[in-house]
């Protein structure tokens, strides 16, 4: 089983749209959470970190289940720059950060 | 502005010889890493440092070797021993290795081996 697990995509969806991403962990000793946005051929950046109450920024909402070892990402109102492949990242109790492979988006016109 | 680099962007180099990537930080963080990313697939850690003069091995340390003399550098070098060296590198820093501080990502080299 991988330490973290994304659905790898791609998600196809139009403009407006709400979409949802999903993560699962495997470490329940894991730290922290974060949500990473990776554009084509470019370096990881950070959207987001992820707190065990969630959390909001503008049209992006992050979920943590502790007891479930789940954390998800929703985005709403789907805009096309928001195309880009989406990072679930954990960080262990040692301080390495643990990447899924990434959640592709595609959201056309 | 503050920030990671990354040179060269694109590198081009011959089986069996070994090649050093750049990462320079100026934002003054002590922890330091360095990832490949393979297509389609996450990032694996390679080697990090937690302060000047110390690094450990990351999951994929074979075949790579790293230095840390100075606070603000931290370069990889990818030797001959490597089996698969064509990938993309990414170096990154953070304040700390702990919790919850997040790591901040360079451009990345991308390295090719024919």
């Known amino acids: 089983r991988k330490e973290v697990e994304q659905d790898p995509g791609p998600f196809n969806v139009p403009e407006g749209a709400t979409v949802a991403f999903n993560c699962t962990y495997s470490?329940?000793?894991?730290?922290?959470f974060f949500w990473y946005r990776q554009d084509c051929r470019k370096e990881p950046k950070l959207l987001m970190s992820?707190?065990?109450s969630g959390n909001e920024d503008g049209r992006f909402t992050a979920q943590l289940n502790r007891a479930s070892q789940y954390i998800s990402l929703l985005i709403r109102d789907s805009k096309l720059s928001d195309s880009a492949t989406y990072l679930c990242?954990?960080?262990?109790?040692?301080?390495?950060?643990?990447f899924g492979q990434g959640t592709e988006l595609s959201v056309k016109p | 502005d503050g920030g990671i680099t990354q040179s060269p962007k694109y590198l081009f180099r011959k089986e069996g010889q070994n090649v050093t990537l750049s990462c320079e930080q100026n934002?003054?963080?002590?922890?330091m890493y360095w990832y490949r990313q393979d297509p389609g697939q996450g990032l694996r850690l390679i080697y990090y440092?937690?302060?000047?003069?110390?690094?450990q091995k990351g999951d994929i340390a074979e075949g790579y070797s790293v230095s840390r003399e100075k606070k603000e550098s931290f370069p990889l070098t990818v030797t001959s021993a490597q089996k698969n060296p064509t990938a993309f590198y990414l170096c990154?820093?953070?304040?700390?290795?702990?919790?919850?501080?997040?790591?901040?990502f360079g451009p990345g080299t991308r390295l090719t081996v024919t």
């Open positions: 990154a820093s953070s304040r700390s290795t702990g919790a919850p501080y997040e790591q901040y």
């Open positions: 470490n329940s000793a894991s730290q922290s």
């Open positions: 992820v707190y065990s």
């Open positions: 990242v954990v960080k262990d109790q040692g301080g390495k950060l643990i």
């Open positions: 934002l003054n963080h002590d922890a």
């Open positions: 440092s937690q302060i000047v003069n110390d690094f």
